[in-house]
């Protein structure tokens, strides 16, 4: 595995030390969801583009971030990505290959990481991505977004033996990769389980839990012997049946969907692990002044120690960029004060 070296100094590691559970002066913030739902410049740089080609270029894509794993895969306004020949019996599974040349196949990605990293100049850690093998498949099944997942969860209940092939092959590529994604220049990862709400308590424990364990186990190793350390989150929405099990599947933080306690959350990981989350997205249609005391309330639950401020989920297309500011502002200075007063 190798990794670029002439990367600019990092000036800003307090992401980084709070995943870690470090003190940091204030906690940090980020927000999920890609630039092309909600800022205006965004959406003018792609204005007729192809979503692919313009993510194959290095240079557009070091704006925009793709995820795409071994299917044939359209991004399509309005539906996201879509599917055009959905696996429908587990007989389909042939004709997917079960080696992934990840370089070949998603090198376009690696280069606009490593770009990116270049043009960040230090000024923040550059989180890597990745989607978790069940929310992938159900996408490979269902053809795209489904209220239901239906056909997906159809594959579970009649052909466990298929589902856990499939969730075998994708985990393969997933952690190849986030492995990519680290020797590119990602300074941390994010596994989302977006779909992960879509299962009940038995269900997670099967098709999903054990592949989460399984990505971070073998991307810390595969680290681990290159003498690299990368803080990784699980983020599986909806899961809250799962928050003591997430909690000990390997990764330094677990991220938190909007309709979890942050009070509860502290207790039922025992405090051992970093979280991260939780505001509603909607909260920032309020009032500058609102969005404050949200936050406020927020940051009072979960403390400021092992914390690292975000969404509930991802920012909606409708979303003032203004009112994304405040938000990010209030978690600095409300946290500020919070930690000269302890």
Same mark, same amino acid.
């Given at each position: 595995?190798?990794?670029?070296?002439?990367?600019?100094?990092?000036?800003?590691?307090?992401?980084?030390?709070?995943?870690?559970?470090?003190?940091?002066?204030?906690?940090?913030?980020?927000?999920?969801?890609?630039?092309?739902?909600?800022?205006?410049?965004?959406?003018?740089?792609?204005?007729?583009?192809?979503?692919?080609?313009?993510?194959?270029?290095?240079?557009?894509?070091?704006?925009?971030?793709?995820?795409?794993?071994?299917?044939?895969?359209?991004?399509?306004?309005?539906?996201?990505?879509?599917?055009?020949?959905?696996?429908?019996? *587990?007989?389909?599974?042939?004709?997917? !290959?079960?080696?992934? %040349?990840?370089? &070949? @196949?998603? =090198?376009?990605?690696?280069?606009? #990481?490593?770009?990116?990293?270049?043009?960040?100049?230090?000024?923040?850690?550059?989180?890597?991505?990745?989607?978790?093998?069940?929310?992938?498949?159900?996408?490979?099944?269902?053809?795209?977004?489904?209220?239901?997942?239906?056909?997906?969860?159809?594959?579970?209940?009649?052909?466990?033996?298929?589902?856990?092939?499939?969730?075998?092959?994708?985990?393969?590529?997933?952690?190849?990769?986030?492995?990519?994604?680290?020797?590119?220049?990602?300074?941390?990862?994010?596994?989302?389980?977006?779909?992960?709400?879509?299962?009940?308590?038995?269900?997670?424990?099967?098709?999903?839990? *054990?592949?989460?364990?399984?990505?971070? !186990?073998?991307?810390? %190793?595969?680290? &681990? @012997?290159? =003498?690299?350390?990368?803080?990784? #989150?699980?983020?599986?929405?909806?899961?809250?049946?799962?928050?003591?099990?997430?909690?000990?599947?390997?990764?330094?933080?677990?991220?938190?969907?909007?309709?979890?306690?942050?009070?509860?959350?502290?207790?039922?990981?025992?405090?051992?692990?970093?979280?991260?989350?939780?505001?509603?997205?909607?909260?920032?249609?309020?009032?500058?002044?609102?969005?404050?005391?949200?936050?406020?309330?927020?940051?009072?639950?979960?403390?400021?120690?092992?914390?690292?401020?975000?969404?509930?989920?991802?920012?909606?297309?409708?979303?003032?960029?203004?009112?994304?500011?405040?938000?990010?502002?209030?978690?600095?200075?409300?946290?500020?004060?919070?930690?000269?007063?302890?």
């Amino acid at each position: 595995m190798s990794s670029n070296n002439d990367f600019p100094q990092l000036q800003n590691d307090t992401f980084l030390r709070a995943a870690r559970g470090e003190e940091t002066q204030h906690v940090p913030v980020w927000c999920m969801r890609q630039a092309g739902r909600y800022l205006p410049e965004f959406r003018e740089s792609r204005a007729g583009k192809d979503f692919f080609e313009t993510c194959r270029s290095p240079e557009a894509c070091c704006e925009l971030t793709l995820q795409a794993m071994g299917m044939d895969v359209q991004m399509v306004a309005g539906k996201g990505p879509t599917f055009p020949e959905p696996l429908k019996e *587990p007989e389909d599974l042939q004709r997917l !290959r079960v080696k992934v %040349d990840v370089d &070949k @196949e998603l =090198g376009y990605v690696f280069k606009a #990481i490593t770009l990116t990293r270049h043009n960040l100049e230090g000024k923040v850690p550059l989180i890597g991505f990745t989607g978790a093998p069940w929310t992938l498949m159900s996408y490979m099944i269902e053809g795209g977004g489904s209220t239901t997942h239906a056909k997906a969860k159809r594959w579970l209940y009649r052909h466990p033996e298929a589902s856990h092939m499939l969730l075998r092959m994708l985990t393969d590529v997933i952690v190849e990769y986030l492995l990519g994604q680290v020797a590119a220049g990602a300074q941390a990862l994010q596994v989302f389980e977006s779909h992960a709400g879509i299962l009940g308590p038995v269900e997670f424990k099967e098709f999903s839990l *054990p592949y989460l364990r399984d990505i971070a !186990r073998r991307v810390k %190793d595969k680290l &681990k @012997e290159a =003498g690299q350390d990368v803080p990784m #989150i699980a983020f599986a929405k909806d899961a809250h049946y799962a928050l003591e099990d997430l909690s000990q599947s390997h990764y330094e933080v677990v991220g938190l969907d909007w309709t979890i306690d942050p009070r509860s959350a502290r207790e039922r990981t025992g405090g051992k692990i970093s979280l991260q989350g939780n505001m509603d997205p909607c909260a920032l249609y309020a009032p500058k002044d609102r969005i404050s005391e949200t936050v406020k309330k927020m940051l009072e639950g979960f403390g400021t120690r092992g914390y690292i401020a975000n969404l509930g989920h991802g920012l909606y297309p409708d979303m003032d960029p203004e009112n994304v500011g405040a938000f990010v502002e209030a978690v600095h200075q409300h946290s500020k004060q919070m930690i000269k007063q302890m």
